[in-house]
């Protein structure tokens, strides 16, 4: 049965790997390093092993499954059915504008035609480019907190603001009326687990940022209870792969991701480390539509979110 044992281990090892990553990542610091790394990492051998196993004439088939099993679980091969939606819901973090002027952000945002515009890091280095940005979107009303900012076409009830412990984020909970109902929609950008910080030796900053973000879920979790009637959505850089414990509670208390249910392909949406970090979730929405832009600007791409 074992003809290939590297081929076995390869296959093992990926679905170890997977394993750990889904049920306890975040859990403790080996396994929160395999919820937060790239996914393509588990990828890299498979060209190898393929090779190997064919000039060797055996485990072929068993290579070819790991193979296929990581890039299932990095979402290449992800896709699902699209049609247009009612809703557009737009997230981007603008890294301040560090990367880009305010017009060209500007122009991405107009472009998108989105009905909800959430951004973050939008304590821009040039305090007037929010202004700049709001004079090119007429007809969209602003709600800010410190260092998010919630643009919108449709009315606004009313809005709320909540500091996330251990930075000096914050998250914006914004009241709107769509289509007769209530719409509760959540503007946050968590904090990033310092996964940098074991290189240097320092597990106990690794441990904080892991605490801190423990927290700063914990802070969702009350404002999705407490949000009251209407259908409720959640938005932003959440720093977060799409794996893990963590994610896992952002979705049971503010519902499926739109990605995973009307999303193509990987949706990286941090391109440089390749992997997925911003998202939309959402309940009582049905996504028709999600797709990542691929336009210059800021570290992140901007995520494009289409509900029926």
């Given at each position: 049965?074992?003809?290939?044992?590297?081929?076995?281990?390869?296959?093992?090892?990926?679905?170890?790997?997977?394993?750990?990553?889904?049920?306890?990542?975040?859990?403790?610091?080996?396994?929160?390093?395999?919820?937060?790394?790239?996914?393509?990492?588990?990828?890299?051998?498979?060209?190898?092993?393929?090779?190997?196993?064919?000039?060797?004439?055996?485990?072929?088939?068993?290579?070819?499954?790991g193979a296929l099993?990581?890039?299932?679980?990095?979402?290449?091969?992800?896709?699902?059915?699209?049609?247009?939606?009612?809703?557009?819901?737009?997230t981007y973090n603008?890294?301040?504008?560090?990367?880009?002027?305010?017009?060209?952000?500007?122009?991405?945002?107009?472009?998108?035609?989105?009905?909800?515009?959430?951004?973050?890091?939008?304590?821009?280095?040039?305090?007037?480019?929010?202004?700049?940005?709001?004079?090119?979107?007429?007809?969209?009303?602003?709600?800010?907190?410190?260092?998010?900012?919630?643009?919108?076409?449709?009315?606004?009830?009313?809005?709320?603001?909540?500091?996330?412990?251990?930075?000096?984020?914050?998250?914006?909970?914004?009241?709107?009326?769509?289509?007769?109902?209530?719409?509760?929609?959540?503007?946050?950008?968590?904090?990033?687990?310092?996964?940098?910080?074991?290189?240097?030796?320092?597990?106990?900053?690794?441990?904080?940022?892991?605490?801190?973000?423990?927290?700063?879920?914990?802070?969702?979790?009350?404002?999705?209870?407490?949000?009251?009637?209407?259908?409720?959505?959640?938005?932003?850089?959440?720093?977060?792969?799409?794996?893990?414990?963590?994610?896992?509670?952002?979705?049971?208390?503010?519902?499926?991701?739109?990605?995973?249910?009307?999303?193509?392909?990987?949706?990286?949406?941090?391109?440089?480390?390749?992997?997925?970090?911003?998202?939309?979730?959402?309940?009582?929405?049905?996504?028709?539509?999600?797709?990542?832009?691929?336009?210059?600007?800021?570290?992140?791409?901007?995520?494009?979110?289409?509900?029926?």
């Open positions: 049965m074992f003809r290939s044992r590297l081929a076995w281990a390869y296959l093992l090892f990926v679905a170890l790997v997977w394993a750990l990553g889904e049920a306890v990542g975040e859990r403790r610091w080996p396994t929160l390093l395999l919820a937060y790394a790239p996914p393509l990492l588990w990828l890299l051998p498979a060209p190898f092993v393929l090779l190997w196993t064919l000039a060797r004439r055996r485990g072929v088939a068993v290579a070819l499954a099993l990581a890039a299932w679980g990095a979402q290449l091969l992800h896709w699902r059915a699209q049609s247009p939606g009612t809703l557009r819901v737009l603008v890294g301040r504008g560090g990367l880009g002027s305010a017009e060209r952000l500007a122009e991405t945002i107009g472009s998108a035609d989105a009905d909800i515009v959430l951004l973050q890091e939008s304590n821009f280095y040039r305090p007037e480019d929010l202004g700049v940005i709001r004079a090119a979107l007429p007809g969209y009303r602003m709600v800010k907190a410190y260092e998010v900012t919630t643009l919108t076409r449709l009315p606004v009830l009313d809005s709320a603001w909540y500091d996330l412990p251990a930075n000096n984020r914050d998250v914006l909970l914004t009241r709107l009326r769509w289509q007769g109902q209530d719409l509760n929609v959540v503007n946050a950008h968590l904090g990033t687990v310092t996964v940098s910080s074991l290189l240097k030796g320092d597990l106990a900053r690794l441990q904080r940022t892991r605490t801190a973000r423990l927290g700063q879920v914990k802070v969702l979790e009350r404002i999705a209870v407490g949000a009251g009637e209407g259908a409720l959505l959640l938005g932003g850089d959440l720093n977060t792969p799409p794996r893990g414990q963590l994610y896992r509670r952002m979705q049971t208390a503010f519902g499926p991701d739109a990605h995973d249910l009307a999303g193509r392909g990987p949706g990286w949406t941090f391109p440089s480390l390749k992997v997925r970090i911003d998202h939309v979730l959402s309940r009582d929405l049905t996504p028709t539509r999600t797709q990542v832009l691929n336009v210059p600007g800021s570290d992140h791409l901007p995520l494009l979110v289409e509900y029926r």
